[in-house]
């Protein structure tokens, strides 16, 4: 697994002066890492380049420069960054602003009693955790993948797609050629 450590990090400084061309790189490599499940959720896979990125401009905005609290900023976003075989992300809440937020937040819990799928042909092969917060439209969400689901995500003659197959929210969203292949590598297998 690839963790960020103090020598990947710049300095807030130079960030700053190359956050333009930084911020398309990482909007290039999250579009191909987002699908949007139904009108209320999107899921965001995560890599080492986009938290990277994430980590590096949560630096810059609050001014972090001190060498302890850098430190421990990224032990914090390691965290977020997905094991070798593994995938992982954030679920989030869409919640237009006119409306109440509790009812929402409720959908996330009740997703983690069934979790999210990835199906092939159809077929639910790997369920990921959700780890809910009650009081944010975030949770974060992980799939522990099988050899035999490597193998399914390498093999383009399946349909792929993420699933949500709870009472109270039932969505897919299939997974493009060019996503597939973007998953496949973050991988790192």
């Not at 972090?64 to 900023?73: G, K």
């Not at 790997?126 to 780890?131: D, F, R």
Request: negative net charge.
């Amino acid at each position: 697994m690839l963790e960020i450590t103090r020598e990947n990090v710049t300095d807030i400084y130079t960030f700053d002066n190359h956050r333009e061309e930084q911020f398309k790189e990482y909007r290039q490599a999250q579009e191909v890492r987002t699908f949007y499940l139904g009108p209320h959720l999107i899921l965001r896979i995560h890599t080492y380049r986009t938290v990277l990125f994430q980590l590096q401009d949560f630096l810059r905005s609050q001014r972090i420069a001190d060498d302890d609290a850098l430190r421990s900023v990224i032990k914090e976003y390691n965290t977020l960054l997905p094991e070798d075989g593994h995938l992982s992300g954030n679920l989030v809440l869409r919640i237009p602003k006119k409306e109440n937020i509790q009812p929402r937040l409720n959908l996330l819990p009740a997703l983690a009693q069934t979790g999210l799928k990835i199906q092939f042909n159809g077929e639910e092969i790997v369920t990921g955790t959700i780890t809910p917060d009650r009081r944010s439209p975030v949770a974060f969400v992980e799939f522990q993948l099988t050899d035999d689901a490597i193998q399914a995500i390498a093999n383009d003659t399946r349909s792929m797609a993420f699933a949500t197959e709870n009472p109270e929210y039932t969505h897919t969203v299939e997974v493009e050629p060019a996503s597939r292949k973007a998953l496949l590598a973050d991988l790192n297998v």
